[in-house]
């Protein structure tokens, strides 16, 4: 498995605003992924973190209003960008370990006034 | 596009009884089908996985399924325990574009002491 820890845990967040969310992994692994998750949804896919490469992002989502880093194999962040209260959410990042098997990070809790 | 159907949305069963989840899947080529179990406020987490070149799998009391010519997974658990009340999603692989996951709706399971 993965050990993954993300930060911050929650956030309370004026519109108008953008928040960084960050991913750490224990170990490196060659794919990161970040989903949105509603109260009471599934997991939706933003993107793709690609490292050294621009993010590969999912329908209906784009760089500008989630723009995402990959420095190296074991990092990654999310910004949700000029927030409104719709984007209120939890934002999950993802990583793929060499064994082929996905493991969750714990998510950030994010409320927009 | 890709999908993957999830029924039902919830299902309450006595304590000791079996619960059966079912997914549909369309892409022909997917090849990895995880499920995951969802406490409320918590992370999804890995509970059990079938890659295409197996029929079925088991660990325990959980068990999966898979039958490729109908596109169909199966989640079985048996002699259900309280602690087995959850959120359960299923998923598969896409692999053409970008490699990803696509996740079913989710199973609300209640076990009733």
């Known amino acids: 498995s993965a050990v993954i820890s993300q930060k911050p845990s929650r956030d309370i967040c004026q519109r108008g605003t953008s928040l960084t969310i960050q991913c750490q992994v224990d170990?490196?692994?060659?794919?990161m992924f970040w989903y949105r998750q509603q109260p009471g949804q599934s997991l939706t896919l933003i993107a793709t973190?690609?490292?050294?490469?621009?993010?590969?992002?999912e329908s209906g989502f784009v760089i500008d209003k989630f723009p995402i880093s990959r420095p190296n194999l074991t990092f990654s962040t999310l910004t949700v960008s000029n927030m409104s209260p719709e984007d209120s959410s939890i934002y999950l990042c993802?990583?793929?370990?060499?064994?082929?098997?996905?493991?969750f990070g714990p998510g950030t809790r994010l409320l927009v006034l | 596009g890709e999908n993957v159907e999830q029924h039902p949305s919830t299902l309450s069963v006595q304590e000791g009884d079996s619960a059966v989840i079912k997914c549909t899947y369309s892409?022909?080529?997917?090849?990895?089908f995880p499920w995951y179990k969802q406490e409320l406020g918590k992370r999804p987490q890995l509970i059990i996985d079938?890659?295409?070149?197996?029929g079925e799998k088991k660990d325990q009391r959980i068990a999966v399924t898979l039958n490729k010519t109908a596109k169909h997974f199966s989640l079985h658990i048996t002699e259900t325990q309280p602690e087995d009340s959850a959120v359960y999603f299923c998923?598969?692989?896409?692999?053409?574009?970008?490699?990803?996951?696509?996740f079913g709706t989710g199973t609300r399971l209640k076990v009733l002491a």
């Open positions: 973190a690609n490292q050294g490469s621009e993010a590969t992002y």
């Open positions: 892409d022909s080529a997917s090849n990895y």
């Open positions: 993802s990583v793929e370990t060499p064994q082929e098997t996905q493991y």
């Open positions: 170990s490196q692994v060659t794919m």
């Open positions: 079938i890659r295409s070149n197996v």
């Open positions: 998923a598969a692989s896409v692999t053409s574009g970008t490699y990803k996951y696509i």
